[in-house]
């Protein structure tokens, strides 16, 4: 078997779970953390105690704490990702190698957060990101400490390199919030947006402004990866994790040094994932894209292959990420309309396209789908999954 190859089909998604989403749940991370993991094993058809694997993301609820109030005592495998944004889809490849080790055969991926009514997102990235003397000496000091005003940088260089402008930002915007109202669960169902309500949104970081800017979200979401014969023994039909891989941009702890401002990890994870999956991205027919911002959908669908470097703009202009474009984006709304869970959710979301589940959202023939994790200051993590 080649490298590119190594985890083609090993892991397969047999159940998801979330909890809903809001902005005061009410609830410790904790109590999210078990409801997810609960529904995601109700929905595989598994009882809590064949779970014997557990992966987490840094910062949030640990392992050891799950384990416990889920009464799990065969734990055989934990682990953490460190990608930031990137741990949703890391977390698929860490369950992926502890399945094919044969050190589990049912390992749930889980991210829970009161990212609204608990620590804010000041909280959570200042003193936490890579570089910290960088930060601390040379950038906060002068205001430049928060994830918009960073990217924010990025987005105005492909504007002044490319001629992006604001109403292409506005597209994915008014995009994602028009997937939402076919969404119950997203956190603006019922709150639609026009181009003109985003041109009057207020500003946060030129050119970002509010309706550029992801959710502040609270709420759990979960999947479980099994071994091939214990998916074929599901109640549900399992998605096949067919590509998987992550990348680190050039100079990790620094953005402005970097000799290409647009080359983040997720451009070497994509060329690998496709590549273990045996497929490019024209094959893809639905992609949930790490929308931390607006600017980061015409980013990443660059970065990954589905339109050249400079015509990310025109292409969600075009209509192509709609619902009945040429290529699908974020169906459930996404980080800017359904909620900020890591992007885990948008793992949720690609296995329901692919079992058929979604309703009025649901891209017709769906037989693969692209997840992007984008975290830090550009690590990048891309995934394939197939349907059976």
């Known amino acids: 078997m080649s490298p590119a190859a190594s985890l ?5 998604i047999t159940g998801v779970g979330q909890t809903d989403y809001s902005r005061r749940s009410g609830r410790s991370d904790l109590t999210l953390s078990v409801q997810a993991i609960e529904a995601a094993a109700t929905d595989a058809g598994i009882s809590l105690r064949e779970i014997d694997g557990l992966v987490t993301y840094q910062r949030l ?3 050891e704490d799950v384990a416990s109030t889920l009464g799990i005592d065969n734990l055989r495998f934990a682990g953490t990702s460190h990608l930031g944004g990137a741990s949703s889809v890391e977390g698929l490849m860490l369950a992926a190698l502890a399945l094919q080790a044969g050190l589990a055969r049912n390992v749930v991926v889980y991210c829970a957060r009161n990212g609204s009514s608990g620590s804010r997102i000041s909280d959570r990235v200042l003193g936490r990101v890579p570089g910290r003397q960088l ?8 205001g430049l400490s928060l994830p918009a005003q960073w990217l924010s940088l990025v987005c105005r260089r492909h504007m002044h390199e490319f001629g992006t402008t604001r109403e292409h930002l506005g597209h994915v915007a008014v995009t994602m919030r028009d997937h939402a109202q076919l969404n119950p669960a997203a956190l603006t169902s ?23 800017c992801c959710l502040e979200s609270d709420g759990g979401a979960a999947v479980v990866l099994s071994t091939v014969d214990r998916a074929r023994a599901g109640i549900k039909s399992p998605v096949a994790l067919t590509g998987v891989a992550v990348g ?7 953005l402005i040094g970097r000799r290409d401002w647009f080359a983040s990890g997720v451009r070497p994870a994509a060329a690998a994932a496709m590549a273990m999956a045996g497929a490019s991205a ?3 027919d639905v992609a949930m ?21 400079g015509e990310g703009g025109p292409f969600v202009a075009s209509g192509a990420i709609h619902l009945g474009g040429s290529l699908p984006v974020n169906p459930h709304g996404g980080l800017l309309a ?8 948008h793992v949720i979301e690609a296995v329901r396209q692919l079992r058929r589940e979604c309703g009025a959202r649901q891209v017709p023939h769906a037989r693969l789908a692209a997840v992007t994790g984008w975290g830090g200051m550009g690590d990048g993590a891309v995934a394939v999954l197939r349907a059976d």
């Open 8 to 12: 083609r089909d090993v892991a397969w």
């Open 61 to 63: 609820v640990p392992v």
């Open 135 to 142: 930060r601390e000496q040379l950038e906060w000091p002068y």
């Open 190 to 212: 019922g709150w639609p947006i026009t181009l003109v309500d985003y041109m009057a949104s207020e500003p946060i970081a030129e050119p970002y402004h509010k309706l550029d």
């Open 248 to 254: 680190q941009p050039q100079s990790q702890d620094d």
């Open 282 to 284: 024209a094959d893809i």
């Open 289 to 309: 894209i790490y929308d931390c911002f607006t600017f980061e959908v015409i980013h990443q669908l660059e970065e990954v292959g589905f339109c050249q470097p």
């Open 338 to 345: 359904e909620a900020h869970m890591m992007g885990m959710n």
